[in-house]
């Protein structure tokens, strides 16, 4: 059995999608018409993480994954403090987290950004998008 998950974060990037879920694979990229993304999460270290906020007319952006069910506990646990919602992204209903508490003031580590980014752009995602979500003022990415 297996479950499909929408990515917006960090687990854009396959690489560490993958340490978390190994059967991971890519079935489509896509948006949650009526969301967007915004660093509004406290994470364990800290800085802020991003989380699925609802904004009219907007489009969050990101990747649906296939993965085994017995690899649910693990991205359960690598996502602490989120609750899990269902969501539509590409046509297809799948699972995501959304961060039930208060916004952080804080704002995110360079390395999360970066990482958001970089998994963004290998997937082709609107640069548009990218930029003017995933990109806080004053960040410079890596290259």
């Given amino acids: 059995m297996t479950f499909l998950y929408f990515a917006y974060g960090s687990n854009l990037w396959h690489p560490r999608m993958l340490e978390r879920c190994p059967s991971a694979t890519v079935v489509a990229t896509g948006s949650v018409d009526g969301f ?30 296939r993965i085994g069910q017995e ?15 269902l969501v539509v992204a590409a046509g297809i209903r799948c699972r995501t987290y959304r961060w039930p508490g208060e916004p952080t003031a804080e704002g ?24 003017g979500s995933l990109l806080p003022a004053g960040h410079q990415p890596a290259e």
């Fill in 36 to 65: 967007d993304v915004a660093y509004r999460k406290p994470g364990v270290d800290g800085t802020a993480k991003l989380d699925l906020v609802e904004r009219p007319g907007g489009a969050a952006h990101g990747v649906v994954y």
């Fill in 71 to 85: 690899e649910s506990p693990a991205l359960d646990a690598a996502e602490p403090g989120y609750e899990r919602v």
């Fill in 108 to 131: 995110p580590a360079g390395w999360y950004v970066d990482l958001a980014i970089a998994g963004a752009r290998s997937h082709g995602l609107p640069e548009a998008w990218i930029t």
